[in-house]
């Protein structure tokens, strides 16, 4: 059985930093390109971040280039996202997801096929 699990979400003021984990089991994660998702109230959910199997390449969303990091440790089955300089604009369930896909395109790593979702976890920036 597949699980993703997010942690590290919370309620900060505008400015902070937050780093989200999200623990992954069942799974060859090695063999996985993961993402982040987030969506805000009455909003669609949108990716904020990805990154391959082998952390070869990264993408990220225009607004969070520049504050956010995603990153992974294949060794412990776990993908980051480190959120710097949060902005009120960020508040958002995020969810991270899993890809099976080895690949270094980026077609293959925004494909918008996805394998497994986590439950999600609440970030609240405060202005």
């Known amino acids: 059985q597949v699980e993703l699990v997010e942690s590290g979400g919370g309620l900060v003021q505008a400015g902070d930093s937050l780093r989200l984990s999200c623990a992954a089991s069942?799974?060859?994660?090695?063999?996985?390109?993961m993402r982040w998702f987030r969506q805000a109230p009455g909003k669609e959910r949108e990716v904020v971040a990805a990154?391959?199997?082998?952390?070869?390449?990264?993408y990220y969303e225009d607004s969070v280039r520049g504050r956010f990091t995603i990153s992974r440790d294949n060794a412990k089955n776990t993908v980051y996202l480190q959120m710097n300089s949060l902005k009120p604009e960020d508040t958002a369930v995020y969810y991270c997801?899993?890809?099976?896909?080895?690949?270094?395109?980026?077609?293959?790593?925004?494909?918008?096929?996805?394998?497994?979702w986590g439950q999600g976890t609440q970030v609240t920036v405060s202005s």
């Open positions: 990154i391959s199997s082998s952390a070869a390449i990264t």
């Open positions: 997801a899993a890809r099976l896909y080895s690949g270094n395109s980026y077609l293959g790593l925004l494909s918008r096929q996805i394998s497994y």
């Open positions: 069942g799974l060859t994660f090695s063999n996985y390109a």
